[in-house]
C-alpha cells in the first residue's frame, strides 16, 4: 500500500520561497499512469490543486499559480518537491501531496496526512 509523506518547514516568511518534499513509500513515482500532486487547503477554503508530475517527469501546474510553482521529483529518493515564491500571507494553508491514477479516472486514491505551513513575518 502507498504512503506519502509531506515535510518542510512550517513557518515561512513573506516574499521568501515555501518549499516542501513528498516522499512516497510503497510505490514508485516511476509506475505508468501515476499523477504525483501538490494540493493545498487555506484556512475555511476548500481544496486547491496546485500541480502535478506524472510518471513520465514532466509537469503540470494550475494556471492561477504557475507562474510561482515549481514541481521537481528526484527518482533516487522517491520524492516530488514543492517550490512557490514568493508567497504571501494568502498562501497560509495545509499542503496535501497525492497520488492519481489515470488509468482509472479522475480523483486521487492515496493522500498524505498534510503539513500546515504559514506565511507571517
Not at 71 to 98: G, M, W
Not at 102 to 114: E, K, L, R, T
Request: aromatic share 12%; with cysteine.
Amino acid at each position: 500500500q502507498v504512503q506519502l509523506q509531506e515535510s518542510g518547514p512550517g513557518l515561512v516568511k513573506p516574499s521568501q520561497t515555501l518549499s516542501l518534499t513528498c516522499t512516497v513509500s510503497g510505490g514508485s513515482i516511476t509506475t505508468n499512469y501515476y499523477f504525483w500532486s501538490w494540493i493545498r487547503q487555506p484556512p475555511g477554503k476548500g481544496l486547491e490543486w496546485m500541480g502535478a508530475v506524472p510518471w513520465s517527469g514532466s509537469t503540470f501546474y494550475s494556471p492561477s499559480l504557475k507562474s510561482r510553482t515549481s514541481i521537481s521529483r528526484d527518482t533516487s529518493k522517491n520524492q516530488f518537491t514543492l517550490q512557490l515564491a514568493p508567497v504571501t500571507p494568502e498562501d497560509t494553508a495545509v499542503y496535501y501531496c497525492a497520488r492519481s491514477d489515470h488509468s482509472a479516472g479522475p480523483g486521487f486514491d492515496s493522500w498524505g496526512q498534510g503539513t500546515q505551513v504559514t506565511v507571517s513575518s
